[in-house]
């Protein structure tokens, strides 16, 4: 028996979100149907980030333990000739045996993308969401720079969540402009549901002008949800960067 | 009546390139048919680049004549509320009763993205093609400057072309390397048929060693299509910028 890490990338247009579902497809259900089929084993795959339908991945991690005599290097090649275009593994390696991804400490990255403009871009719309008002980027950066560190984001988790704590920290959120693109760069210790796309809805707020910069310090002390902006759409979305540390 | 000029931003991946078609969806067939319900009239369109299957604009003109008491500037917010969401008008104004995109001098943009690396990425798939082989970028650039200038590209042209001259402009060609993308940047008073994913291959086959730089020199000099490289796929290219001049 060895345990193998899956590095999977995935355009999320099309699913049901990560985590298996008794309606709809899922990132979960596709990867454990086609290494079933390779490997001629029931495989059942532990992820490490459950994203939601519609978010993007370019390196979400996944494990699972075989009886295959194939090289675990090997497995990313054979997989990516069975499975759908908008899934694709970017890398297998063999692991320790007690390796689970939730379970150890890590760094995840994820970048939300906006597009603001008077119409929309076609070849952008998957994978941002579409503004028309302009953003004052220096207003986000200056609101960002009052989430760093460790806090409670109770105002920036859904409230279906079923978290222990609300707290986390973040180490670092970059904002960066280009034309007509702005991305929202944040990366942390772990994050709440819908955590990224309720701190993106507050900065875009900002950036919009509609309350000062220095008013999130309020927002995050209040540990009221009310007082947040809104979660922005799923398909701006993308975990970008997965570390274990 | 009055003549109003469209540029049009499109997704290339669901379509039968630009140009009305028997059978299959193409960008012109969608301009006519929602122009005709929105201002009530039959409205047929005048295309400026007519792309292939599968390509992609960021700009693509096109204008027509109506009678209609819309103000000009107002059509594109009409006409996006009727456009699927990979078709976007981004902008529409009244121009000269004489103006015609195909007449005017211009110069447009192209851009051919390639991903190099071992494996796809599904967030790229659609406005990208995949390559396994790395790519020696200073190669493709010796060789990109032999083709700028005014040349008989008839070995960068698909044989079934029907245009009168093979000669052309390329007023500049720009690659770009930023991680894994590639993107070469091609700007010309006209282009052949093909003649940018023809270019595309050639300057692949460049990056991988394939043949010197200097052998470009030959290709052109040949006026022999077997010469030159082969087509890349069309979704990984993109009109993505047109100025009449």
Chains 1, 2 share one sequence.
Request: charged share 25%; aromatic share 10%.
């Amino acid at each position: 028996m060895m345990r193998v890490k899956l590095i999977v990338a995935y355009d999320g247009t099309a699913y049901h979100g990560w985590q298996l579902q008794k309606n709809g497809n899922t990132i979960e259900a596709e990867l454990n149907k086609h290494l079933s089929a390779l490997l001629e084993e029931d495989i059942q795959v532990i992820g490490a980030s459950r994203t939601d339908a519609g978010v993007h991945a370019h390196c979400n991690v996944a494990v699972f333990d075989t009886v295959t005599r194939m090289p675990a290097e090997k497995i990313s090649y054979a997989l990516n000739q069975r499975l759908p275009e908008d899934i694709r593994i970017q890398s297998s390696r063999r692991v320790a045996d007690d390796f689970h991804p939730r379970k150890c400490k890590s760094i995840k990255t994820y970048e939300y993308r906006i597009w603001c403009g008077e119409f929309p871009m076609p070849t952008e719309r998957l994978y941002s969401y579409f503004m028309y008002t302009p953003l004052r980027v220096e207003w986000m950066r200056e609101a960002a720079a009052y989430l760093e560190g460790k806090h409670d984001f109770a105002s920036f988790c859904s409230v279906d969540s079923q978290a222990e704590s609300t707290v986390r920290t973040i180490y670092g959120i970059e904002i960066l402009e280009e034309k007509n693109m702005v991305r929202i760069r944040i990366s942390g210790n772990g994050f709440l549901y819908n955590m990224v796309r309720i701190i993106a809805g507050t900065l875009v707020e900002i950036g919009k002008g509609k309350y000062p910069p220095e008013r999130i310090a309020d927002i995050l002390e209040s540990c009221d949800r009310q007082k947040a902006g809104p979660t922005l759409p799923a398909r701006g979305l993308t975990l970008v960067q997965y570390d274990f540390i």
